[in-house]
């Protein structure tokens, strides 16, 4: 079953980018340069790996670790992942990246954020004499980091975030960091798309499953049809005001159905409904 499930959940985030009426967007580098082909060491058995990984801290972990590995100056990488609103580092190779990207979320300025909003490869080859971000180069010198390198982590029009390099020397970066790098990227929000998606159908599964063994308590203990017992559900998850799962776990965790405190409003109508 959860092999099929990931079958779905990959085919359905490979058919995100395939099924774009216009052209597939292609990542470039920071020039404008496409990605070479064939200048990523072992690409295609690294995306094997990260796809079959669908727990997504333990994918995002991997996608720092290949990035170290694979592209050429990083010493150290991490992701910049965008929630809404909120920017969080929720995998890094080190304690250095965290303090780094959090200069960048305090001063709202610095690559990783650039190539998260602005949707492009972004490099810096000496933060020392960096002017596109002034406030947070000067803090980044100070912690040794001289060399940047941000790539963009989308599928369609989703963007996850950013994919960052970092180096404490300067100019650590060329155009066949940036080719590898644009691929490995690529690969990786495939991944990333992949896992949330397959995320989403289990919970989605478990959801159902655990309303299923509500519905069967309220039918055994008070012998009405499936639709009322689910009809019971939806009263009491409207009358305390929680989620119909929330509801339903309560129930097969007590055997109790959630009702108002006694006086409130909506008590006298949630326990006539049981009756």
């Given at each position: 079953m959860l092999k099929r499930l990931w079958y779905l959940?990959?085919?359905?985030?490979?058919?995100?980018?395939?099924?774009?009426?216009?052209?597939?967007?292609?990542?470039?580098?920071?020039?404008?340069?496409?990605?070479?082909?064939?200048?990523?060491?072992?690409?295609?058995?690294?995306?094997?790996?990260?796809?079959?990984?669908?727990?997504?801290?333990?994918l995002l972990q991997h996608i720092v670790r290949a990035a170290l590995a694979e592209i050429p100056g990083a010493q150290e990488a991490g992701i910049t992942l965008v929630t809404g609103r909120e920017l969080s580092t929720p995998a890094a190779t080190g304690e250095l990246v965290e303090q780094i990207d959090r200069m960048q979320y305090e001063t709202g300025e610095g690559p990783c954020l650039d190539a998260a909003r602005r949707h492009q490869t972004v490099r810096s080859d000496d933060l020392r004499t960096e002017a596109r971000w002034?406030?947070?180069?000067?803090?980044?010198?100070?912690?040794?980091?001289?060399?940047?390198?941000s790539f963009e982590l989308f599928v369609g029009d989703e963007n996850f975030g950013a994919l960052n390099l970092y180096s404490m020397d300067a100019r650590a970066f060329d155009p066949d960091s940036e080719s590898i790098g644009i691929l490995l990227a690529s690969h990786a929000a495939l991944a990333m798309a992949a896992a949330r998606t397959h995320s989403g159908l289990l919970t989605a599964m478990g959801n159902?499953?655990?309303?299923?063994?509500?519905?069967?308590?309220?039918?055994?203990?008070?012998?009405?049809?499936?639709?009322?017992?689910?009809?019971?559900?939806?009263?009491?998850?409207?009358?305390?005001?929680?989620?119909?799962?929330?509801?339903?776990?309560?129930?097969?965790?007590?055997g109790e159905l959630l009702t108002p405190p006694a006086g409130h409003p909506r008590a006298d109508s949630a326990s006539g409904r049981r009756r």
């Open positions: 959940a990959v085919g359905k985030a490979r058919r995100t980018v395939e099924d774009q009426r216009d052209p597939v967007r292609q990542a470039v580098g920071s020039a404008g340069q496409e990605a070479q082909s064939g200048t990523a060491r072992q690409l295609s058995e690294l995306a094997r790996v990260m796809q079959a990984d669908l727990t997504p801290d333990s002034p406030l947070f180069s000067h803090r980044a010198v100070d912690l040794g980091v001289l060399s940047m390198l159902r499953d655990l309303v299923g063994q509500a519905k069967g308590i309220l039918i055994e203990r008070y012998k009405i049809t499936g639709v009322e017992a689910f009809g019971l559900l939806v009263a009491s998850s409207q009358a305390v005001n929680r989620k119909l799962r929330d509801v339903a776990e309560h129930l097969v965790a007590t």
